[in-house]
């Protein structure tokens, strides 16, 4: 058993019929982020690259964009699973912006990016190049390259997932996590640890697309997004007005388009 995932007992139901089972579910733990010792987030998230979390969301909320630095991470609290718990991200003031701090009020919860921020705001960030366009025809193998790596989720069937590609549909980094947006945090804060950012251009995730998980994909600078289900109204705006190629429904060999399907032979 990984800590990713935690078997529990349970009875299933079946034509009146009751079975005692043993169940593996996606484990949902709390993590609190500070930065420099002020409290910054107290978001639930599946144990596992809390580091990339951290940095993900930071550079995702504008409080610290520096691409190239390297914060130091303390690690302030485990659970009794030695699951991190709390981790404090230090960084130079002067490498920050402290005024974003205090637009995020401490909790967020796992299915929910924006809980516990004040407002929706425009994000930053800068698209990489338009030379770059999609294949619709490597849109399958894409997601069948991330399918093979999503462990917890086969073992579980509640965690989601996100996985980062180049320009030419190679597979950089899939994370796991039972929520979308921290899932998708990993993959950033993995990119910027290893200095690779500016060369994904497919940003691939599990599930439902909601406004949150359009704007992390630009502030990545990533252009394209592709999902499994299903977007939000405000996903699809947001898209359209910050030039994100958007599709949804990508499964079984096809896909729909949202937004801005000229950024790939579509």
Request: hydrophobic letters at 40%.
């Amino acid at each position: 058993m990984s800590a990713k995932t935690q078997e529990y007992a349970a009875i299933r139901y079946d034509r009146q019929a009751r079975t005692p089972v043993r169940d593996i579910l996606c484990v949902e733990h709390p993590l609190s982020v500070s930065v420099n010792g002020k409290a910054f987030t107290l978001t639930m998230q599946t144990p596992g690259h809390e580091t990339e979390l951290a940095r993900g969301l930071l550079f995702a909320e504008g409080v610290y964009r520096n691409r190239k630095g390297m914060p130091a991470y303390v690690v302030t609290a485990r659970d009794e699973r030695s699951a991190i718990s709390a981790l404090d991200v230090v960084v130079p003031e002067a490498e920050m912006d402290t005024s974003q701090i205090n637009k995020r009020n401490l909790l967020s919860v796992a299915s929910c990016g924006i809980c516990g921020k004040t407002e929706l705001e425009w994000p930053q960030g800068q698209l990489s190049s338009p030379a770059v366009v999609l294949d619709p025809t490597r849109i399958s193998d894409m997601f069948g390259a991330m399918a093979a790596q999503q462990d917890a989720f086969l073992a579980s069937g509640g965690c989601h997932a996100a996985a980062a590609f180049d320009a030419a549909g190679n597979l950089m980094v899939l994370r796991e996590d039972i929520g979308r947006h921290n899932a998708v945090d990993k993959v950033v804060g993995y990119l910027l640890h290893e200095a690779l950012l500016s060369r994904a251009t497919h940003l691939l995730v599990s599930g439902r697309v909601s406004y949150e998980i359009v704007t992390k994909c630009f502030s990545a600078g990533i252009p394209f997004l592709l999902a499994v289900s299903a977007p939000s109204s405000l996903a699809v705006d947001f898209a359209k007005e910050l030039g994100i190629t958007l599709l949804g429904f990508c499964r079984e060999s096809r896909a729909t388009v949202y937004a801005h399907p000229e950024r790939g032979r579509l």
